[in-house]
């Protein structure tokens, strides 16, 4: 390590909140699925930040927008009208099932802004007391009161008790579960098509198919959390449209913006109706700048056809983790869709992590044993290979 990354190391740890425990790798420039470090190092982004970097790092058609937007109206309120907020919504609306869109600045204020069109839409059809709200067992939605309640981990609401009250949650895949957990509290089922935090399980379609059936039968609203597995990361613009069901909501944040923080949550107009004027808000929520960035970053996956590449590449990526699985032993499962993929292993993903990242490969994790690959949608394929390569060489000479 150089006096410079330790300078930086030691600046982060004295003058930061340590919520991100140690880190000793400063990243300081990024282009297309690349990164470097302060020390001149190149590494594959195979996490794409973290699911954000959909489009690569500095798209130059997110950059030319950032560029241009910032030098013409950084911020103005949600008093006036905003031109990119309204072209944003429109792309958003024309290409999903929703009819309309609240913005936001995250993804934990995407499914808040769910939570409580879900409690006062129930609210305004049924009067009180109906506003339990069931979601999935490993389920990850934030880390705000709200969305922190509804997440299926206790290990992330551990100390911040009590949390708010009436989320209920049930196993993955498991209609009946579902079933039997609908009482007349219930109000509406919020899910991840696809879990990501929660070691990248998919719901399989017949179950989703099942969920909608139910939801129609008691009225209940069926939400969808695309903020990891949206906007082409499964193969497909969202990944409800892989299952052929319509949520009547679906929250978006992470990559919606190619890298400039944003959220949204999107709804059918029957429930969106409930938040009429006064109702939500947020300062900075559909902002100038993050909504240019937005529209140019969702021209991009149109026009790239990037859930196709997602799903073409994802799929050869995937065959081939699952050709390493033959091999090693080690490798316990390998499951996800798209270019969103989990390799369960028989030992903690932190190794492999780090081997990884020693090659110039950085991956994540999702939980102790999956090693989580979100790779840029526009990765090379043949680099993206050669990444399993690496693996291949790691597990060949783990003792
Ligand atoms: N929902 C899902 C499915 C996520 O993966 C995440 C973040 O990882 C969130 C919600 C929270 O998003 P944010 O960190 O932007 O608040």
């Given at each position: 390590m150089t006096t410079e990354t330790e300078f930086i190391q030691t600046q982060a740890?004295?003058?930061?909140?340590?919520?991100?425990?140690?880190?000793?790798?400063?990243?300081?420039?990024?282009?297309?699925?690349?990164?470097?470090?302060?020390?001149?190092r190149r590494y594959l982004d195979l996490l794409s930040g973290l699911g954000v970097n959909n489009l690569g790092h500095c798209h130059p058609k997110v950059v030319a927008a950032i560029q241009h937007q910032a030098?013409?109206?950084?911020?103005?309120s949600n008093l006036y009208l905003i031109e990119p907020q309204a072209r944003l919504a429109k792309l958003l609306v024309e290409h999903s099932p929703a009819d309309r869109v609240f913005f936001c600045n995250s993804g934990t204020e995407a499914?808040?802004?769910?939570?409580?069109?879900?409690?006062?839409?129930?609210?305004?059809?049924?009067?009180?007391?109906?506003?339990?709200?069931?979601?999935?067992?490993?389920?990850?939605?934030?880390?705000?009161?709200?969305?922190l309640s509804a997440t299926g981990q206790t290990k992330y609401q551990k100390g911040f008790e009590p949390m708010l009250e009436r989320f209920v949650n049930v196993p993955i895949n498991d209609l009946e579960a579902m079933k039997a957990a609908v009482d007349d509290t219930v109000c509406a089922v919020l899910l991840e098509p696809?879990?990501?935090?929660?070691?990248?399980?998919?719901?399989?379609?017949?179950?989703?198919?099942?969920?909608?059936?139910?939801?129609?039968?008691?009225?209940?609203?069926?939400?969808?959390?695309?903020?990891q597995c949206g906007l082409g990361r499964s193969g497909h613009l969202f990944a409800a449209d892989e299952f052929g069901v319509e949520p009547d909501v679906i929250t978006l944040a992470k990559s919606l913006a190619g890298g400039v923080p944003i959220g949204a949550m999107l709804a059918k107009e029957e429930p969106a109706k409930v938040l009429s004027a006064g109702t939500h808000a947020a300062t900075f929520g559909g902002n100038p700048l993050s909504c240019a960035a937005g529209v140019a970053a969702f021209?991009?996956?149109?026009?790239?056809?990037?859930?196709?590449?997602?799903?073409?590449v994802g799929g050869r990526f995937k065959e081939r983790l699952?050709?390493?699985?033959?091999?090693?032993?080690?490798?316990?499962?390998?499951?996800?869709?798209?270019?969103?993929?989990?390799?369960?292993?028989?030992?903690?993903?932190a190794e492999a992590q780090g081997y990884l990242r020693e090659h110039?490969?950085?991956?994540?994790?999702?939980?102790p044993d999956v090693?989580?690959?979100?790779?840029?949608?526009?990765?090379?394929?043949?680099?993206?290979?050669?990444?399993?390569?690496?693996?291949?060489?790691?597990l060949t000479t783990r003792p």
């Open positions: 740890e004295k003058y930061l909140l340590q919520n991100y425990g140690s880190r000793n790798l400063a990243l300081v420039r990024g282009q297309g699925a690349h990164v470097w470090d302060n020390e001149g030098q013409t109206l950084l911020h103005v499914v808040e802004a769910a939570i409580k069109l879900a409690r006062r839409y129930s609210h305004e059809q049924h009067g009180p007391g109906r506003h339990t709200i069931i979601t999935l067992r490993n389920s990850f939605h934030g880390r705000t009161m709200g969305s696809v879990q990501g935090e929660g070691g990248i399980h998919p719901c399989r379609p017949d179950y989703l198919r099942g969920v909608r059936e139910l939801c129609d039968q008691r009225r209940l609203l069926l939400m969808f959390d695309e903020i021209q991009v996956i149109l026009d790239e056809k990037l859930p196709e590449r997602s799903q073409a699952l050709q390493l699985k033959q091999k090693h032993a080690a490798i316990v499962e390998v499951r996800g869709m798209g270019l969103m993929i989990g390799a369960q292993l028989a030992f903690p993903a110039g490969i950085l991956a994540g994790s999702a939980g090693l989580r690959f979100l790779p840029p949608l526009i990765v090379d394929e043949n680099e993206l290979l050669a990444a399993t390569e690496v693996l291949d060489k790691f």
